[in-house]
């Protein structure tokens, strides 16, 4: 079957093989959590343990209460996880799947596909943490906003497949992008707020414009504002988040389109 553009017959390919990605994900995710005692609990290990770490040192320097600092470090973090999930995973997104691209010509973008649905799964459980310990510690008052988490998270799944799409031909065809891009990820946890606000560090610095520029705040801001505040995502942040995803996503099927063909020698 030939390689067609990243087009309406190109997803129309995908979805027909809808069964066989869903078995991978499915596969990936019992080979994970085989034999574990916890099971899909250790996928909400890290958010937790690290939310209580931040809360203990951040929250007592920032001054911040415990009910308003924790959902919005776990939030933070359980997206940031998502996003950073996605891109080292999908680093190898290709070549883990070698043995059925070297078998038969199909849509690439069903490997990098099945990551993101993975974390996906991961992702979902722990957001529904974030929305208890929301409700724990503030109440239901968000309740009527949690509607417009709907197109926000269609926007950070896209998102996320874009960029393991990006990451697996980078890592495809250069090695050490996979180490490469593990120091970029924690460089940019740093410049994000993922544990703080803002308005905690940036206020009154002239490296404020950093953070209100900076895309991935303003994708956190669309799963944090109706969350936390029940309102919303603000204009602003909507609109940098649709452009900085329209961006990565052409980018995505621009590069996927020009290397699908030839990838295969390359795994």
């Known amino acids: 079957m030939e390689a067609t553009a990243p087009s309406l017959d190109y997803f129309r390919r995908i979805w027909a093989l809808r069964y066989f990605w869903l078995s991978l994900v499915q596969s990936d ?10 099971g899909v609990g250790w ?10 770490v931040f809360c203990i040192v951040f929250g007592t320097l920032l001054d911040v209460p415990m009910g308003e600092y924790a959902p ?51 992702f979902g459980v722990a957001l529904l943490l974030g929305l208890s310990a929301t409700w724990y510690f503030n109440g239901f008052g968000n309740v009527g ?21 990006l990451a697996g031909l980078a890592n495809t065809h250069f090695p050490d992008t996979c180490h490469i891009l593990e120091l970029v990820m924690q460089f940019l946890f740093y410049l994000t707020p993922v544990i703080y606000r803002p308005g905690n560090l940036m206020a009154g610095s002239r490296f404020a414009w950093v953070v209100d520029c900076n895309p991935l705040w303003s994708v956190l801001e669309l799963i944090r ?31 996927l389109k020009r290397l699908e063909r030839t990838l295969v020698f390359w795994i």
Not at 89 to 94: A, L, M, P, Q, Y
Not at 225 to 236: A, D, E, K, M, T
């Open 29 to 38: 995710l019992h080979a994970r959590y085989r034999r574990s005692l916890l």
């Open 43 to 52: 996928s909400l290990a890290r958010p937790i343990g690290m939310t209580a």
């Open 72 to 122: 919005y470090v776990l939030l933070g973090l359980t997206s940031w996880q998502f996003l950073s999930e996605t891109i080292m995973i999908g680093c190898r997104t290709f070549t883990t799947g070698a043995a059925y691209i070297r078998q038969q010509r199909v849509p690439l973008a069903i490997f990098p596909l099945r990551t993101t649905l993975g974390a996906a799964f991961h």
């Open 145 to 165: 906003a949690l509607w417009t988490l709907l197109p926000s998270l269609m926007l950070l799944f896209v998102l996320g497949w874009s960029v393991a799409i």
């Open 225 to 255: 504002q109706p969350v936390l505040y029940g309102v919303p995502p603000p204009l602003y942040n909507v609109q940098i988040a649709l452009i900085f995803v329209t961006t990565t996503t052409i980018l995505a099927l621009f590069f």
